[in-house]
């Protein structure tokens, strides 16, 4: 067998896993094959993965980890990985939304990512066209990285047009499990869900999803959603306008213990579905 290649590319999070990858494996002195029957992933993945054509999943990353006896070193480095893994025009929101202590949402189609579920987050991945197998996993997989920031002390305000509870999205069990899951949510201290319902007047949300992150002491940033990745502003203008059309969105959205009653009226419907 030829001796495996070194990473590919400039200097990233990426080429640094495939790196240590590659010197704890021949460290111990297996050879990719030997890793990949400890591991049951295939030789080509492998090296795919140590010459940095290919992001590893959390599942591969921590497999590793133990079979190379690595105390979670590998492991410890995913979140990096998670972050390579975004559109380069979405990852400053992410060092944004990392930071922020307050987080308010507007979502008119979709349930917010923060909150989503695996199946119903894969089966909205799913729904691009031409996304490979592999790269719906690889986006599922920081996506749900990004939700473990609601694991500590940022508060998420979201605001979900009714219509989302009601849109099937992956199947009648997705979005049970998907409403069971926002009621879940919506009971921690750190996260409020309120539903603006179908027979508000108010047309302010039509025009996108939008989310705005505060810090104390700092100006607001705002990113605003689009057909392909969206943008995010901290100028003073464009963040006013979407704070006012917050406010405007709020003031016809139901109280958090109205929204919680109907998340659960709307999840008995599918339940008979």
Same mark, same amino acid.
């Given at each position: ?49 140590? @010459?940095?054509? $290919?992001?590893?999943? +959390? ?6 980890? %133990?079979? =190379?006896? /690595?105390?979670?070193? !590998? ?56 996304? @490979?197998?592999? $790269?719906?996993?690889? +986006? ?6 990004? %939700?473990? =920031?609601? /694991?500590?002390?940022? !508060? ?118």
């Amino acid at each position: 067998m030829p001796p495996s290649r070194k990473p590919e590319g400039a200097p990233s999070p990426l080429t640094f896993f495939a790196t240590e990858l590659r010197r704890r494996r021949e460290q111990i002195g297996w050879s990719q094959g030997q890793l990949g029957r400890q591991i049951t992933y295939s030789i080509g993945l492998i090296s795919m993965i140590e @010459t940095a054509q $290919r992001t590893p999943s +959390l599942d591969f990353v921590q497999r590793c980890d %133990q079979a =190379l006896n /690595a105390e979670g070193a !590998l492991t410890r480095i995913w979140p990096l990985l998670a972050y390579g893994v975004f559109p380069p025009r979405f990852r400053p929101w992410i060092d944004v939304e990392r930071n922020a202590e307050t987080l308010r949402s507007w979502d008119p189609l979709l349930i917010p990512g923060l909150l989503q579920t695996p199946g119903y987050a894969r089966a909205v991945l799913e729904a691009d066209p031409g996304v @490979t197998d592999e $790269r719906v996993e690889e +986006l599922l997989t920081a996506r749900l990285e990004r %939700q473990k =920031l609601l /694991a500590g002390e940022t !508060l998420l305000w979201s605001m979900i047009d009714e219509g989302v509870l009601h849109r099937d999205v992956g199947g009648p069990g997705i979005m049970r499990d998907q409403l069971a899951a926002l009621q879940t949510a919506s009971e921690r201290r750190q996260v409020s869900v309120q539903i603006v319902p179908a027979r508000a007047a108010v047309t302010a949300g039509l025009e996108g999803a939008f989310v705005i992150a505060g810090v104390e002491g700092s100006l607001d940033s705002v990113f605003v959603e689009s057909a392909t990745v969206g943008h995010v502003t901290d100028h003073p203008r464009d963040v006013a306008m979407i704070c006012r059309r917050y406010e405007t969105i709020r003031s016809a959205a139901l109280p958090v213990r109205a929204s919680a009653d109907l998340i659960a009226k709307v999840m008995t419907q599918w339940q008979q579905t």
